[in-house]
């Protein structure tokens, strides 16, 4: 750079957003022998010419320095894959595009092969070069500032108009993430957005220390997923994800071993399954019509892809908006301990408000055993608009019973209108079925229905409903220790109940609104309260 004030600008931006604790109030002025502007090293950013070359040169020539900051001016830059190295920062000044080609313009880099772990997980799970930005076994890397990562050339292997997702190999030379991260410590992503990201805007697998911090994720698949991973901290993010999961934390057989997550955060989010994409990040957030054929996914989730452990988990401050509700799920052995999920709002959940599934999908090596859930609390929750076929359900298996579970201070307004035949619907065990809200079919009641459940405590907890509801409020089945106090619930047209208990034993239920108190010690195999 030739320009003083450019080079003052420049070090004082790149110091503010800088892998340093956000705690900082002044870092030290970067030299600039350490910053690494790509148009030096032959980047046009005119949105004709392929850069990926010109933007590799510059991290090589970083790395070979000992590390520094490579600085993206305002501009469209073509990029096939971009190689990340230790101790490298990329900063995206405000203006300034990475755009993906089409693979028949460049070629991304080759998958890695993964005979180990590519078996118990689909595709884009499994693989980490076939990517727009991606790294392996890296220290201290950051990608931060104000510009945009557009996904325009990644696969999704998924179809909108069809509902079609296909786990089929990308072709060579296609990619499929915006950013693949493996084992990969010390990482910041901070105060960028991704548009149209790909199978995956995010794949973080098995990294440690990790800060994703105000970004914005408008994409066409998942918007970040964090797999197998600890010490991670999700704030301020705003994700829009019609067709997947918006925060996705897994513990895949990726890596061709057990890896567990573990000491996660996610807090001050936004989760969205029906905007427009490309609508949150230009702020107008238009509203999907119906032949936009939006999925309605969005949603905070935890499992499906669960042989490693999820223990030690945070969840805060977050809003669900017009998608699907939390999903806590354990189907291929994992352990799920000692999660808190507070300050919660729904708007217009299109499923399970609540989702806690313990099943036997079993999906890996050396035929992994049933997993375990317990010792859950979940509060400070509000829904509303939660659709008529569900319920929030707590579903384990015989003989595995999800465990210590608490719910308070919550509030829950769903449409109503079910059916009084609903109730008597026994749902089927679905063991080994893919863990989905509405696996079970339409739920027999309208407010919780609790399954292979010990030791639940429902508290300050109000749900109604806005049309005529037939259905009880709450079904247990097999369940013991279920305490419900200061409870408000109304109950259902045509004399429906309150509670329907099948197979439960010592039951309590204190000012709840309706009914007189109930202690049940012993056990009971059909009664309705």
């Known amino acids: 750079m030739t320009l003083p004030i450019r080079r003052h600008f420049l070090a004082r931006a790149v110091a503010l957003v800088a892998a340093l604790p956000a705690c900082s109030l002044a870092a030290p002025p970067i030299p600039p022998s350490s910053l690494f502007d790509i148009k030096r090293f032959g980047a046009k950013g005119d949105g004709r010419t392929l850069d990926s070359p010109a933007i590799n040169a510059a991290i090589a020539a970083a790395a070979t320095a000992g590390g520094g900051t490579v600085y993206f001016p305002p501009g469209r830059y073509l990029s096939a894959s971009i190689r990340l190295k230790s101790n490298i920062t990329l900063y995206l000044e405000a203006g300034a595009v990475i755009e993906a080609v089409e693979a028949s313009v460049a070629r991304y880099d080759l998958p890695e092969p993964n005979e180990a772990g590519g078996n118990y997980q689909d595709y884009g799970h499994s693989h980490w070069q076939n990517s727009l930005i991606w790294g392996i076994g890296l220290h201290n890397v950051a990608i931060v500032g104000g510009g945009l990562i557009h996904g325009k050339g990644l696969i999704s292997g998924h179809d909108k108009y069809t509902g079609y997702y296909t786990d089929k190999p990308d072709q060579p030379g296609e990619a499929d993430k915006a950013i693949a991260l493996r084992e990969c410590s010390n990482v910041t992503l901070r105060d960028f957005s991704i548009l149209h990201g790909g199978h995956f805007g995010i794949l973080a697998t098995g990294c440690g220390n990790v800060l994703i911090d105000h970004l914005t994720i408008d994409t066409n698949r998942d918007g970040m997923d964090i797999d197998g991973c600890n010490n991670v901290r999700v704030t301020n993010c705003s994700l829009n994800t019609p067709w997947d999961d918006a925060i996705c934390l897994k513990a895949s057989y990726g890596l061709g071993r057990i890896q567990h997550c573990e000491n996660i955060t996610i807090s001050d989010c936004l989760v969205s399954g029906n905007f427009d994409e ?6 107008t957030f238009k509203r999907s019509a119906p032949e936009y054929r939006s999925g309605r996914y969005g ?4 499992g499906t892809e669960s042989n490693g452990d999820f223990k030690n988990i945070a969840i805060t ?33 299109v499923n399970d408000p609540i989702f806690i599934r313990l099943g036997a999908r079993l999906r890996g090596p050396n035929q992994p055993p049933i997993g375990t859930i317990k010792r859950i609390n979940i509060s400070n929750i509000v829904v509303s608009g939660a659709h008529v076929n569900h319920a929030s359900t707590i579903a384990g298996l015989e003989g595995h019973l999800i465990e210590d579970i608490r719910i308070s201070n919550v509030r829950i307004e769903t449409q109503g209108g079910g059916d009084a035949a609903w109730s008597k619907v026994v749902p089927p065990e679905n063991a080994n079925g893919y863990p989905e809200p509405g696996m079970f079919g339409k739920a027999p009641a309208y407010a919780f229905y609790m399954r292979h459940v010990k030791a639940i405590e429902v508290h300050h907890v109000k749900v109604g409903y806005v049309k005529p509801e037939g259905r009880p409020a709450v079904v247990l089945d097999d369940v013991s220790d ?39 010690p012993g056990r009971v195999d059909a009664l309705s309260l």
């Open 278 to 283: 490309g609508s949150v990040i230009d702020g």
């Open 299 to 302: 949603r905070i989730k935890m």
């Open 317 to 349: 401050n977050c809003i669900f908006d017009e998608c699907r509700g939390l999903a806590i799920e354990s189907v291929d052995g994992s352990h799920i301990e000692d999660l808190t999920i507070s300050n919660i709002t729904m708007r217009n959940v």
């Open 482 to 520: 279920a305490s419900f106090h200061a409870v408000n619930l109304r109950r259902g047209h045509g004399g429906a109940a309150l509670f329907g208990l099948r197979g439960v034993s010592d039951f309590s239920a204190k000012d709840v609104r309706g009914m007189p108190d109930r202690e049940i």
